[in-house]
């Protein structure tokens, strides 16, 4: 199941990342402390299994253009817990983000850090694209990383809020539906 990410998910996400991070540890105190403050700024899913147990996660956000009145989406963060790798989560994660995004959003950006080659492959293959961080002025902090890019088709000028956040969205592989 895919629902909404709520305050409370914080500290369980934190122990999936803790779990998986690469170099400088952060410790999962402050870990969670910055989930929680993401996932009340951002907007943020979360995959369950049947029996509660948090799978993985996408935080993203939307935000305007100021000089054309487009929107633009972030992909913040995507995680999958290693025992659930390779069965399709980061997928559906994915194009749930896009479903909330894609009907108020011109392009979805994610930032990938160069020693992370499988995020890049796996966007890749969801229609992401890279791009030069020089053509975004907005990126001077993205050192270490690139940007990738997907063009949304059938974007409205107007941005759509989230109806609740306890709504529990439901997808099958291959066919999302709210």
């Not at 050192?143 to 949304?152: D, E, F, I, Q, R």
Request: charged share 20%; proline share 6%; net charge neutral.
């Amino acid at each position: 199941m895919i629902r909404f990410a709520m305050p409370t998910d914080a500290r369980p996400l934190a122990e999936m990342v803790g779990e998986q991070m690469k170099g400088p540890k952060v410790s999962r105190t402050r870990m969670a402390a910055m989930l929680e403050e993401a996932i009340v700024h951002d907007l943020g899913l979360v995959a369950e299994s049947d029996s509660g147990e948090l799978q993985g996660y996408i935080l993203y956000r939307v935000s305007a253009d100021l000089y054309t009145e487009r929107h633009r989406g972030f992909i913040r963060h995507l995680c999958v817990a290693r025992p659930w790798r390779g069965q399709g989560i980061g997928s559906l994660l994915l194009e749930a983000a896009e479903q909330e995004l894609g009907s108020n959003t011109a392009e979805v950006y994610a930032l990938v850090p160069e020693d992370n080659p499988a995020l890049a492959r796996f966007l890749a293959r969801h229609g992401y694209r890279p791009m030069e961080l020089s053509v975004y002025a907005g990126w001077s902090r993205a050192a270490g990383k690139a940007l990738y890019v997907k063009t949304m088709s059938g974007w409205l000028a107007e941005a759509a809020v989230p109806e609740a956040a306890s709504r529990v969205i439901s997808f099958s592989p291959g066919q999302p539906s709210l």
